[in-house]
């Protein structure tokens, strides 16, 4: 994805969007500029046809079938998310609201959420509801794997901090038969950028609040930390793991590079060392 087309949000309000590689992080309240009120206007939503599977409900303007293969891959994706982060299948809804085209998804968007740029897909995420929306077009498989993927997250954990929230989302937004999960072409220019001397610095992305702080380069080495901890090794993995089973009790534990540092001695080198062997994967043919 793309920055200019990903958005996400959260709080005891929040909106969350797609952008193109990552997205955008905007507190909102029900008082301040970015929306006039919690309520939805629902007149504009779409509502002809709904399909539901235990957490995932879908709303669209389109008809869209369990068995189709939209829904089946956003089932799929639920497990794997459980599977991998050692998370519940139990937990909130997330609707995903699906319009039948651009321009009533946008005019919804511009009604209801006031000042919000323009994005492919939003997350938003209140009290009284997880909810995804989107249009129909050509990247809806990638969007809504980006923004369900926050939906799940945030109907387990207390928080997630920004940059594992994108960090997550872009890991998950690759297709399943995606080899090894390699984004391709954040491990090329990651493998640029270590050529250049770049230097990993997991504390300043700890230290980002905002989105509008996030560079393009931040959501490319969030996305190499997730995997980097699901890959690189057992204790790796276990640290993810156990930071992400404190977040669904405490919603500001001790960032997580405490416990990496403690963990694993010379975490950047093992870092830097991981990425350089993703350039060296080559890809297969693999059938999801």
């Given amino acids: 994805m793309n920055d200019t087309e990903r958005h996400r949000c959260h709080s005891s309000f929040s909106v969350l969007g797609s952008p193109l590689p990552g997205f ?12 006039r009120s919690t309520r939805h206007d629902t007149a504009q939503l779409p509502a002809e046809h709904s399909v539901r599977s235990d957490q995932l409900q879908v709303i669209s303007d389109v008809k ?3 068995e189709h293969p939209l829904i089946q891959d956003l089932i799929q994706l ?29 005019q919804y968007l511009d009604k209801t959420y006031p000042g919000l ?23 809806i498989q990638e969007d809504l794997r980006h923004e369900f993927t926050h939906g799940l997250l945030h109907a387990q954990l207390k928080d997630v901090p ?21 984004n391709r072409e954040y491990a090329r220019k990651l493998s640029i950028a270590i050529a250049n001397n770049w230097e ?44 992400l089973q404190e977040l ?15 963990t694993i001695p010379e975490v950047n080198a093992r870092y830097l060392a991981h990425l350089s062997a993703l350039n060296t994967i080559q890809p297969v043919s693999h059938q999801k």
């Fill in 64 to 66: 869209l079938k369990l």
């Fill in 162 to 182: 920004l940059w594992l929230d994108e960090g997550l989302a872009e890991y998950f937004e690759l297709p399943r038969s995606t080899p090894n999960s390699v």
């Fill in 248 to 262: 669904r009790e405490n919603p500001h534990p001790a960032p997580l590079s405490t416990a990496l540092r403690d």
């Fill in 78 to 106: 639920r497990k794997d998310v459980a599977q991998q982060l050692n998370l519940p299948l139990e937990g909130r809804d997330v609707v995903v609201y699906v319009f039948g085209d651009k321009t009533k998804y946008q």
């Fill in 200 to 243: 990993p610095d997991l504390d300043r992305l700890e230290s980002l609040q905002d989105v509008i702080q996030m560079q393009r380069a931040d959501y490319q080495e969030s996305w190499a930390w997730v995997h980097f901890l699901l890959h690189s090794s057992d204790d790796s993995r276990e640290v993810l793991l156990n930071y």
């Fill in 117 to 139: 740029p323009p994005r492919r897909a939003y997350f938003v995420g209140t009290p009284r509801e997880l909810a995804v929306y989107t249009f129909w077009g050509d990247s």
């Fill in 24 to 35: 955008l992080l905007f507190i909102l309240t029900a008082f301040t500029i970015g929306c």
